[in-house]
């Protein structure tokens, strides 16, 4: 694979082009960056394409959903942190991993109370994600969502269970 052929196809998903990176798969390019920082799970994740997200699992070289990047971020906590709850219902469907946290521990669950996405939380506490677990520093999700004046957030937590 040659970084000209990576470029085309982190090209096409950024642009949301189904079709094109379904062409660019059947070369066989490979989904993680040439450096080895981040897969194109990642960018996918970031911007919301769950369809091409499932059209990259189905053939690419070097397919894993679970794959960190360069700061331990996973492309589950990507669509976390951005609100894309069709990516992760589209990862889990691929078998990535609902509990694996970011280095200081804050897992999707968190990262989404965070960032005010309480159509994350829903998904994920559907899925099966524990809506208490801290991060390494004690800071719950309840406890984020109050930090960052996400009132919606707390009461959905409540709502679900969390503790206080």
């Given amino acids: 694979m040659s970084e000209s052929q990576f470029q085309v196809l982190f090209n096409a998903i950024e642009e949301g ?13 490979s989904v993680l960056a040439p450096d080895g920082s981040f897969s194109l799970f990642h ?13 990259m699992s ?9 794959t960190m990047d360069e700061s331990d971020v996973t492309p589950m906590l990507m669509a976390a942190q ?3 709850v069709n ?4 990862l889990c469907g691929l078998g990535a991993d609902i509990t694996t946290p970011t280095t200081n521990g804050g897992t999707p669950v968190l990262i989404a109370a965070q ?13 099966g994600a524990d809506i208490n677990t801290p991060d390494n520093d004690g800071c ?13 957030v707390i009461t959905a937590l409540f709502a679900l269970g969390a503790d206080i």
């Fill in 82 to 84: 951005n609100g894309h």
């Fill in 115 to 127: 960032n005010g996405h309480v159509n994350v939380i829903n998904a994920l506490f559907a899925l």
């Fill in 17 to 29: 082009n189904l079709t094109k990176v379904k062409r660019l798969m059947k070369q066989e390019i």
């Fill in 87 to 90: 990516v992760i219902n589209a």
């Fill in 43 to 55: 960018l996918a994740a970031q911007i919301g394409e769950a369809d091409i997200i499932k059209a």
């Fill in 140 to 152: 719950t999700p309840v406890f984020m969502a109050a930090q960052n004046n996400h009132a919606d």
């Fill in 58 to 66: 189905a053939s690419a070289l070097g397919a894993d959903v679970n």
